[in-house]
């Protein structure tokens, strides 16, 4: 069936002349229509415009344009909707956004237009990406298509789960402390998070701007490193974006990884690990280990001070960024007497409490007598936890640990607890302080109820093409990135 197949399958069908882009198209909407009743993963879909854009890439393939020259061609893609697409709505999963469009794209949509791919729509997010289980969307939750009783992560829970029930074969999302890696985990799919300054944030709505990195969700390795090669570069409109050339990522996935070397860090081995999430990465390095790969145990010292850095520095930035939205320029508008009151009704209505509670800690922090104490303190421990990492890499080529400490929770089942929700990131989040690259791989289920694990590997910044090449081997070598959820069974309708 043609939604279940990966990015590089449906190229090879769409250039053999197997299937059209219009088929692999309507294909996708048709899978949205049946599931979106269930799944929540979209929060707009424009089935005219894209299959208007799957006829134009039709037309290219009659007249011999090639792979090489378009990569993505005819082949669907979506988006968390907080990247900027041209004349579509960009919410961010708020109110305080409603009626908003774009006027123009973010470079990565520029980037996806020129490789030919089909804009499909716009994907549920936690409230501007602030949350792990994207319950806290103003628009409702998003379900796991493993469970449609548990959440399936977050912020990028929409692209996990459009993804993970066969909507669409990739999807972006936002990685800000975890927000592709952890719902990828969750959901049974790749997530990639590049390095800080590796894909243009232009276009992208910040949440933390010193963290925020745009990634991709897919069925395989070899689509992540397919998509990664489209999106990856140079923007000169991203003051963070790195010059740095951008190889050839899929073309390296299938070298050798005997005698790469790998961490084990002692500090990731936290009480409270689900004991089959454990099992799950044991059994994992232990198949890295029948490839060759070799095991080291390292330590990450200040491991534990990351959490408290990280929600000291998010909502620091968040609170600087979410000041735009007053109600004077776009989005909602609650008048006022005054000015003043204009701004507190707009925001008091447009903001859920999520985003509320993560811009008065960040405000506070960043406050007089308040700013030496915690924000200034949180950027000294960032640096320590970068140089931790960077001392690591000297000595190993990539680290593992569990992407989650658990599985897939029950909807509302931690919504009353922030900190309980904020300790979801607890493996993700350092990958973002220290700017490096990760990626979290399917390795196991739990038996009752059977839902997904994932493995997270991290490598140095820039250092994507062992990263992909040390998950496509052990992605080759186990069963599980072929696991259907049951939403897609013949039994399931």
Known sequence: MLPRLSLTELRARLAARECSAVEVTRACLDQIQRREGQLHAFLHVDAADALAQAEAADTALRNGVTPAEKPLLGLPVALKDNIAVRGQPLTCGSRILEGFVSPYDATVVEKLRAAGAVLLGRLNLDEFAMGSSTETSAFGPTRNPWDLERIPGGSSGGSAAAVAAGEVPAAL?????????????????????????????????????????????????????????????????????????????????????????????????????????????????????????????????????????????????????????????????????????????????????????????????????????????????????????????????????????????????????????????????????????????????????????????????FGEPTLLRLAHAYEQATPWHREVPPLESPAGG
């Open 173 to 461: 999302g936002s990685d800000t402390g975890g927000s592709v890696r952890q719902p990828a985990a969750h959901c049974g799919v790749v997530g990639l998070k590049p390095t800080y300054g590796r894909v243009s944030r232009y276009g992208l709505v910040a949440y933390a701007s010193s963290l925020d990195q745009i990634g991709c969700l897919t069925r395989t390795v070899r689509d992540a490193a397919v998509l990664l090669g489209v999106l990856a570069g140079h923007d000169p409109r991203d003051s963070t974006s790195v010059p740095e050339p951008v190889p050839d990522y899929a073309a390296r996935l299938d070298g050798a990884v005997k005698g790469l070397r790998l961490g084990l860090p002692r500090e990731y081995r936290i009480a409270g690990l689900h004991p089959e999430v454990e099992a799950a990465v044991n059994a994992a390095v232990e198949t890295l280990r029948a490839l060759g790969v070799e095991t080291v145990e390292i330590s990450l010292p200040h491991t534990p001070y990351a959490l408290a850095a990280y929600y000291l520095i998010a909502p620091a930035e968040a609170s600087a960024n979410l000041a735009r939205f007053d109600g004077v320029r776009y989005g909602l508008r609650v008048e006022g007497a005054d000015p003043i009151e204009l701004y507190e009704r707009t925001r008091g209505r447009g903001f859920g409490p999520e985003v509320k509670r993560r811009i008065l800690l960040g405000t506070f922090a960043l406050s007089a007598g308040y700013y030496d104490a915690y924000y200034l303190r949180a950027q000294k421990v960032r640096t320590l936890i970068r140089q931790d990492f960077l001392r690591a890499f000297e000595q190993v080529d990539a680290i593992v640990t569990p992407t989650t400490p658990g599985p897939a929770f029950r909807l509302g089942e931690k919504l009353s607890d922030p900190l309980q929700m904020y300790l979801e990131d607890i493996f993700t989040l350092s990958c973002n302080l220290a700017g490096l690259c990760g990626i979290s791989v399917p390795c196991g289920f739990t038996r009752t109820p059977r839902l997904p694990i994932g493995l997270q590997l991290l490598g140095p910044p």
